[in-house]
Structures are given as C-alpha cells and as structure tokens.
C-alpha cells in the first residue's frame, strides 16, 4: 500500500478530510479590544523586565513603580470601558477563538483582581518601615534574591543599597494570568492561566529581606504542592478531552448532557464514557480546590504564608482566591451543570470540614499571620456555601463576598507590616498585648478588619456572609448555613481574643513598636477600612452589581 493511501486512510479514521483546493488557511480572529486589560498587564510587564535591563540601577524603583500603577489603573478603566459598552450583560460573547469568555462574571472578578493588586502594590513599593541600612531605604524584598541568605555576597548587596524591584513585574505577570484565569473557556487555556499567575507567586514567597530561610523554605513548599496541584489539573483535562472529544467548555457541556449531535471516530470509544467524566472532573475540580485553599488541599496554606512577604501574602491570599473561586464558578456552571448532583455531597462534604477545620484550629494559633492564614481557609468554606447553592444568586452571593473579602484581606496584612521589633515584623500574638494603648488608631483599623472577618453586622464580612447563605438556604442547603453559622460562631471567638488582647492587656515594657508608614501603606490601609464599612453600612448597590454581572455566557 502506497504511503498516499495510507495517509489518506488515516485522515479519514481521524474525522479529518482533506481540504478542497481552493480553500485557504484562515488566519484567528482574535479580539484585542475585549481583551485589552489582559493585553496591558502582560505589555507593561515585559516592559519592567526590560526597565530592569536597561533602566539604571537607582532609578529603576521608581520606575517600576510608575509603570506598575499605571498598568493596573489602565486594565482597570478598560475593563470598566468594556463594562459600559454592555459586555458584561447584553453583548457577552467567547472571544479569541473560543479561549476566552467576556461576560458578566469575567469583568466583575478581573476588576476586583485589578482594584485589589493596586491597592496591594502600594504595599511592596513601603520603604519607611525598616530603619534605612547603609544611606538607603530598605523594603520587605531581600537586596539580591539570588544571594545565599547570610553570605558575603548578600552583605555586599545589602551595604550598596540594591534592590529587588523585579517583583514589580513579577506581581503583573500573575496578575495576568489571574485576569485570565476566570474568564478561561477552554480547559488549556484555564491550565496556562494556572501557571502564568503560579509561577511568579513562587518567587514572590522566597525573596523575603528578613526571615529568608524561612522565605524560601514557603516558597519551595508552595512550589511542590503547587505542582502537584498542576499535575492533578492536567490529568483532569486529558481525561475530559478522551470523553468529550475537546477541551471547550461548551462542547464538554454538550457532551454532559447528551445532546452531542457528531461524534469524533478516533474517540469513539471513550466519548460519552461516564467513568473518565467523573474521575476528570474530581481531578480538575482538586487542582482548583488546592487554589482556594480548601480542606484537605489546604496544608500548603499557613507555611506559605507565614513565610512569605507579608505585602505578597496579603497579595496572595486576596487576589489569588478571588481568580481561582471565578474558575471553580465557570467550572461547575458552564462544564459541569448536568454534574451537580453528582458532585453535591463531595463539595458538602468540603465545605463542611473547610468551615470547621479553619475555624476550629484557627483557636490554636499563636502567630498573627497563622491565624490569618486558617481564617482564609474557613472563609473558602463559606464562599463553597454559595458555589454549592448551583442558583443565579449563589453566583451574584459568591462574588459580592470575593469583592468584600479581597479588601479586607490587603487591609489586615497591611496593618501587620507595621508592628514592629528589633527583628523585622512582630507576628507572635503574645507581642500585640496592650497595642490598644501604644497605638490605638491602628489597634482600632485592625480590629475592624477583624471584626468583619468575624461576620459583625455594619461590616462588609456580615453582608456578604448574609448573602452567601441566603443564596445556600434558597438553592436547598441549609444544612451548610447551620454549620456555616456554627462556624461562625466559632471563628468569632478568636477575632475578639486578638482584639481583646490588643485593648485589655497591659502593654510589655520590651514590647514592639508601631511604625510610621508612607502614605503608600496609608492608603492601602484607609480602601480596606472605606470598603469594609461602605459594603457593611450600605451593600444594595454592590449586590445588585453583582446580580447583574451573575450570568455566565456559554
């Protein structure tokens, strides 16, 4: 058999035919303009890498800097652009050759992404916090990351007043691929998105200026389980595309419930195969569950971020859970609707112990960014609540709560940059005691920061709280709420311990000390505190925003 006939047979086999003559290669239509903020981030961040190249040392902060606020203030108004001109509701559509959804959910989620990384880069751009060394100010990133922490190369770096401006650029790569990732219609595109914003968040955990060993043993840990994660996701994504036959959501969603109209030969026999769709989606499903930092995908939570730079923890534990929980929501919504009942114990089942678990062991912490870090893990318990309601109003619950909790989140990190002793930051709890009397202007901030936490009413915590469980309650799961409200309770008792050890507790005579920060942190401590009380005192505009921005495009 010639070796024309057997390519031609093999054609055939795959579904493929060859193409008539006078057809030609037709170039992808990609739509810049609804993609504009992605495009700004990603263009600007190969400009800081070439800043970092070409800009002289002592003036690259500044630059970096500027490039920086720029870039997200510009993604920001495009994406309120794309919003006007209905995008989010009447012209929702898949872009760039179905890769990518511009819809309601999308725009609501990348602008809060966006609001939160600027707010959150005023916090990496503070140098008054640490006494200057050598005749420079110094910031929360090591002098040379590259440096062996306590080597002669590092003392060198340190006493010329270097410093590690490429986490400019390195925040606006993940920031990329975290705009990205919610709006993913494809599950190649949701992988590349995945690690687009992972990677840079790995080198961001391991450049810290004080502590590094400590540093880089978080950043290593997060690596490993991050990889991991990455590693179930794609597995999850090869399994899809054997019974579907393609990686588009659509097309996967067709397939699920059974109205697929032509099926591929060449996957004949493992399309329509329930066992590779329960076992994919499980796997998918786990690598994004790692993400939000639910139970049991949470251990990588408190090391990393105890570890890391507390401008990047604060960065991390906002931004980082607002994509991910966008593409747990186009996941189970736009793929996977035929599956909700299959999949609704597992998810009660997370739920349920992510609640409790955080809480609960929260109650034993000892270090302020610890117990911030099970607080994180308990809220994505709360925030599954709403997922799991599998209604219009569990979608507009679930991201009216990211929106509160995003800001709250950069807002208390910020706070714990500036309580200071001779070694850098003063995380240990026992080193707050009497920080009411030293400081009570920033005793007062975190502990409204802690109060919405907790759910308070007159904080934003309680409306979105309220809102994620009426959404539970009506889509059938009051169970959740009861356990959810328990939890609550629960949590609520370590917030006002910190609080009542910050205002009633004799303050030690070597106790540490509140430092002065620059207007940077200032502002980004006075948004958290403005949204906090703005979205808890008057939250209907923001909830209706939210309604409307709830319906997904398939």
Known sequence: ????????????????????????????????????????????????????????RRARYYTQVFLTVAALVAAFAAVIGLAAAGYGTTKAHIAAMGAVAVDGPALFLQGTILLTSLVAVFTFAERRLDPASHGSRVDSFAAQAASVPGSDSEKAAVKAGFTTTEVFPLLLFAVAGMLVFPAANDLLTLFVALEVFSLPLYLLCAVARRKRLMSQEAAVKYFLLGAFSSAFLLFGIALLYGYAGSVSYAQIATVVEGSIQQIDPALADTMGNDVLL??????????LLFKVGAVPF???????????????????????????????????????????WDLRPVMWGIAIVTMVGGAVVAITQTDIKRLLAYSSIAHAGFILAGVIAATPQGISSV???????????????????????????????????????????????FAVFLLAFAGIPLTSGFSGKFAVFKAAAEGGASGLVVVGVISSAIAAFFYIRVIVLMFFSEPKADGPTVAVPSPLTMTTIAVGVAVTLVLGLAPQYFLDLASQAGVFVR
Do not use: C, N
């Not at 795959?14 to 495009?39: D, H, W």
């Open 278 to 287: 329960l076992i994919g989606g499980a796997m998918i499903l786990t690598g």
């Open 298 to 340: 949470h251990m990588w939570t408190p090391d990393v971020y105890q570890g890391a730079p507390t401008p990047v923890t604060g960065f991390m534990a906002a931004a980082t859970k607002v994509a991910a929980f966008g593409a747990l929501l186009r996941l189970l919504y736009v793929v996977l609707p035929g599956l909700t």
């Open 399 to 445: 991201l009216f709560y990211l929106a509160t909790y995003s800001f709250v989140t950069v807002g208390a990190f910020a706070v714990v940059t500036l309580v200071r002793d001779a070694g850098g930051e003063a995380t240990h709890l026992s080193k707050w005691a009497g920080l009411g009397r030293r400081s009570p202007l920033v005793a007062a901030v």
């Open 1 to 56: 058999m010639s070796a024309t006939a057997v390519h031609s047979l093999w054609t055939m086999a795959g579904g493929v035919t060859s193409a008539a003559p006078e057809e030609k290669f037709k170039a992808p239509v990609i739509e810049y303009t609804q993609l504009t903020p992605v495009l700004i981030v990603i263009g600007v961040a190969v400009l800081g890498v070439l800043a970092e190249a070409f800009v002289p």
